[in-house]
Antibody
Framework: EVQLVESGGGLVKPGGSLRLSCAAS????????MNWVRQAPGKGLEWVAS????????FYSDSVQGRFTISRDNAKNSLYLHMSSLGAEDTAVYFC????????????WGQGTVVTVSS | AIQLTQSPSSLSASIGDRVTITCRAS??????LAWYQQKPGKAPKVVIY???SLQSGVPSRFSGSGSGTDFTLTISSLQPEDFATYYC?????????FGQGTKLEIK
């Protein structure tokens, strides 16, 4: 079964750091661009970051540029998001999502992991 | 960044109705647009990719059209399971962006 499973969310104080993980299974992870998308409580979807299949190309939204780092380990079929200098505005459900190789869409999503930034 | 503006933001409709949601891009994005359905507490699910292609397993009552800057998602005959929030998303240019969402509710 094709699956993405996020972990690592939790409660963190403002200014703190956290690392999210996304474990992939059921497909050739190293062939796909991967993304992080977040959703603040009661709000819409926000694209956060993207990493190419080899990890050589990385893109960020303006809202996280300089604070978040996306990375991947193809040997471990895993995607990561290291988040630092966290603020209340980063409180959200964080989803990892696979980008189709043949069409423009995120075709597989994880169930999400909750990050809460609060003192 | 390319802005995507969806309309309406919310919509009340009845079972069997035909509904259309629009998504306008602030600049041309060719056909690099997807539509997602999201139900409360769940991850989004792609229903349309490349503006007009139906994702495998999605009922044929869903259809998409458009290219360039103007796009539509149409549900031809609403079913109870279609009541959800719908988002458009462009992947033509980084930073990728989503529309603000359209909440489809039962009248």
């Amino acid at each position: 079964e094709v699956q993405l499973v996020e972990s690592g969310g939790g409660l963190v104080k403002p200014g703190g750091s956290l690392r999210l993980s996304c474990a992939a299974s059921g497909f050739t992870f190293s062939s796909y661009y991967m993304n992080w998308v977040r959703q603040a409580p009661g709000k819409g979807l926000e694209w956060v970051a993207s990493v190419s299949s080899t990890g050589n190309h990385i893109f960020y939204s303006d809202s996280v540029q300089g604070r978040f780092t996306i990375s991947r380990d193809n040997a471990k079929n895993s995607l990561y998001l290291h988040m630092s200098s966290l603020g209340a505005e980063d409180t959200a459900v964080y989803f990892c999502a696979r980008e189709s190789t043949t069409w423009h869409a995120f075709d597989i999503w994880g169930q999400g992991t909750v990050v809460t930034v609060s003192s | 960044a390319i802005q995507l503006t969806q309309s309406p933001s919310s919509l009340s409709a009845s079972i069997g109705d035909r509904v259309t949601i629009t998504c306008r891009a602030s600049q041309g994005i060719s056909s690099s647009l997807a539509w997602y359905q999201q139900k409360p507490g769940k991850a989004p699910k792609v229903v349309i990719y490349d503006a007009s292609s139906l994702q495998s397993g999605v009922p044929s009552r869903f259809s998409g059209s458009g290219s360039g800057t103007d796009f539509t998602l149409t549900i031809s005959s609403l079913q109870p399971e279609d009541f959800a929030t719908y988002y458009c998303q462009q992947s033509n240019t980084y930073p990728y962006t989503f529309g603000q969402g359209t909440k489809l509710e039962i009248k």
